[in-house]
T-cell receptor, first 111, second 112 residues
Framework: GENVEQHPSTLSVQEGDSAVIKCTYS??????FPWYKQELGKRPQLIIDIRSNVGEKKDQRIAVTLNKTAKHFSLHITETQPEDSAVYFC??????????FGAGTTVTVRA | NAGVTQTPKFQVLKTGQSMTLQCAQDMNHEYMSWYRQDPGMGLRLIHY???????DQGEVPNGYNVSRSTTEDFPLRLLSAAPSQTSVYFC???????????FGPGTRLTVT
């Protein structure tokens, strides 16, 4: 099955700086790569996603890049704010109903 | 729309007890899934369904059963609870062609 690795496991950044989280996947047939944000005690919420026919996608301060050849994708958060502090999960899928998740990155934004 | 709902929110079981975690969605989604979340391990797929009457195993199915008699409901049954099943359980739903998965609020289960 699909294996998704996520790095780093924890990330501390100064407010206003950028944060980058990287994921690799094993199944070259995977074609959908979402990113979820989870605040303490809450459900995962989709923040951005990308399909394999697109190399980059941006939504305000958040961007995702995909390198299909290398089988890795990354989340970039610019101008970080305290409300960006949360756990972020990457995932990969070749079927809409089966997501394989990374282990998560705990992001702390220092004021 | 209520979206995806789960009951109960919290549950404590003794080893060997059985119970059913309920999940319902009102978005007419064909696909529904159950995940468990453990510290440091992300979310892992337990079982999933691509439509009423159709279910299949995910990554960690042992000790769990599911059924899908209606489009709306996808209950998860723990047959004989074990401490290793202490976890937070999330149900999710989505539509064909739209991989966006809507997650329920979760059920926190403790097995003693």
């Amino acid at each position: 099955g699909e294996n998704v690795e996520q790095h780093p496991s924890t990330l501390s950044v100064q407010e206003g700086d950028s944060a980058v989280i990287k994921c690799t996947y094993s199944d070259s047939a995977s074609n959908y790569f979402p990113w979820y944000k989870q605040e303490l005690g809450k459900r995962p919420q989709l923040i951005i996603d990308i399909r394999s026919n697109v190399g980059e996608k941006k939504d305000q301060r958040i961007a995702v890049t995909l390198n299909k050849t290398a089988k890795h994708f990354s989340l970039h958060i610019t101008e970080t704010q305290p409300e960006d502090s949360a756990v972020y999960f990457c995932a990969a899928s070749k079927y809409d109903y089966k997501l394989s998740f990374g282990a998560g990155t705990t992001v702390t934004v220092r004021a | 729309n209520a979206g995806v709902t789960q009951t109960p929110k919290f549950q404590v079981l003794k080893t060997g007890q059985s119970m059913t975690l309920q999940c319902a969605q009102d978005m007419n989604h064909e696909y529904m899934s159950w995940y468990r979340q453990d510290p440091g391990m992300g979310l892992r797929l337990i079982h999933y369904s691509v439509g009423a009457g159709i279910t299949d195993q995910g990554e960690v199915p042992n000790g769990y059963n599911v059924s899908r008699s209606t489009t709306e409901d996808f209950p998860l049954r723990l047959l004989s609870a074990a401490p290793s099943q202490t976890s937070v359980y999330f149900c999710a739903s989505s539509s064909p062609g739209d991989a966006f998965q809507y997650f329920g609020p979760g059920t926190r289960l403790t097995v003693t």
